[in-house]
């Protein structure tokens, strides 16, 4: 398991939301990157210096510090898409190889490179950027339906990662509440809510959506 590729992004205009700019237009960066954790959500900062983003009431802050994609899922894309998908080209900071993003615990623990730890947190919901960003109609719909939304990390330990980077699972909770089974219960299955309850480390915002349900 390792990083393929360390994705900072570059401001663009957002001609899909009502936003000046976005972020979503990362690119593979040479040499080390600092990762720090970026307090609360709400000023645009994220875990990579040199990074942001725009839409501050939905994105950044500790809980999205850091978005990983798996190689793998572009792979298959590239496929269902008919054209290249680059690293990067999802918004997300890293691209991975050997690890099934998708498949890892709210909570699990990642330790990239020799210093850097991150906490997997929650799962991308996409949006319409996304969306636009792809020029692909129906995009949120498919996407959402294919149940292979990425992860958003915290920083835990900060320090340097580069391409190439080492990825350990250096910790795994005690529960099933996987980053796909929270994209489920957020998007098509709001049934599954209650059993995210589970997961200490879920969003607190997360946590109130599940507690609703289950009071409901």
Known sequence: MKVLSVNVGRPRPNLWKGHGSTGIDKRPVAGPVAVTAPGPKGTGAVGLVGDRVYDVK?????????????????????????????????????????????????????????DVVLEVSCARIPCGTFQGWLERDGWIRRFTQ???PGAYLRVIEPGDIR??????????PDHDVTVALVFRAMTREPELLPRLLVADALPEESKDRARRRTSA
């Open 58 to 114: 939905h994105h950044g802050g500790t809980d999205q510090a850091v978005y990983a994609y798996a190689r793998e899922d572009l792979d298959g894309w590239e496929a269902e898409l008919g054209r290249p998908l680059a690293n990067g080209v999802f918004g997300e900071n890293l691209t991975t190889a050997g690890l099934d993003v998708n498949a890892a615990l709210i909570g699990e623990r990642w330790r990239v490179g020799p």
């Open 146 to 148: 294919a149940t292979l």
């Open 163 to 172: 391409a190439g980077d080492p990825v350990e699972v250096v910790h795994r």
